[in-house]
């Protein structure tokens, strides 16, 4: 099974700011998966990266708020731009392998002041 | 549309008994089934997946099966202890290999 990690593992930031989160894998995968989870809720797909292209966002989720990068096979990130305390969720990054499996890194819990 | 839905939405049971958590899907057109775990403010953990062709899947003390015809999985704990007190999550992937979620149980298992 795929390992994720995450950096940072939570943060406290003011209205307005920005924090970009990174999600690197032990191993090659083609798509990497980002989700919000909101306070008491379940995951909600932002968008979804491959490595050499746009990402590609979900309905009520635009680039110009959550701005992706994935520079090669093992790594990206996601910024959160311009934040507001409806922002405060978990962000999670998610991978797949093999046969369709999904794999979750432990997750950046967010709190926008 | 597919709709995920998973009863109860919490569960409270002594240490020890065995028990069943229950998704239920509208579409039976999936590729696979996923349970996972997750604790709190935490990410989640994959515990087993059902590809569309099986009937059920093992590890350890946790048994999910699949059926289908009546847009129903369940996720059997045996023995269970006060570790495994966590939200389970259920995700279908559709006919689009889309991801759909259900809203979660939350087990609490009392010493």
């Known amino acids: 099974s795929a390992v994720i990690s995450q950096k940072p593992s939570r943060d406290i930031c003011q209205r307005g700011t920005s924090l970009t989160i990174q999600c690197q894998v032990d191993?090659?995968?083609?798509?990497m998966f980002w989700y919000r989870q909101q306070p008491g809720q379940s995951l909600t797909l932002i968008a979804t990266a491959n490595q050499g292209s746009e990402a590609t966002y979900e309905s009520g989720f635009v680039i110009d708020k959550f701005p992706i990068s994935r520079p090669n096979l093992t790594f990206s990130t996601l910024t959160v731009s311009n934040m507001s305390p409806e922002d405060s969720s978990i962000y999670l990054c998610?991978?797949?392998?093999?046969?369709?499996?999904?794999?979750f890194g432990p997750g950046t819990r967010l709190t926008v002041l | 549309k597919q709709e995920v839905t998973q009863i109860p939405a919490a569960l409270s049971v002594p240490e020890g008994e065995n028990l069943v958590l229950n998704c239920s899907f509208t579409?039976?057109?999936?590729?696979?089934l996923q349970w996972f775990r997750q604790d709190p403010g935490k990410g989640l953990t994959s515990l087993l997946l059902i590809q569309s062709s099986q009937r059920e899947q093992t590890s350890g003390r946790l048994n999910a099966s699949l059926d289908k015809s009546s847009g129903r999985s369940t996720l059997y704990i045996a023995a269970s202890q006060p570790g495994d007190s966590a939200t389970y999550l259920c995700a279908v992937k559709d006919s689009n290999y889309q991801l759909i979620w259900g809203a979660g149980t939350k087990l609490i298992i009392k010493p």
């Open positions: 998610s991978v797949e392998q093999g046969r369709s499996e999904q794999f």
């Open positions: 191993s090659q995968v083609t798509m």
């Open positions: 579409d039976s057109a999936i590729y696979n």
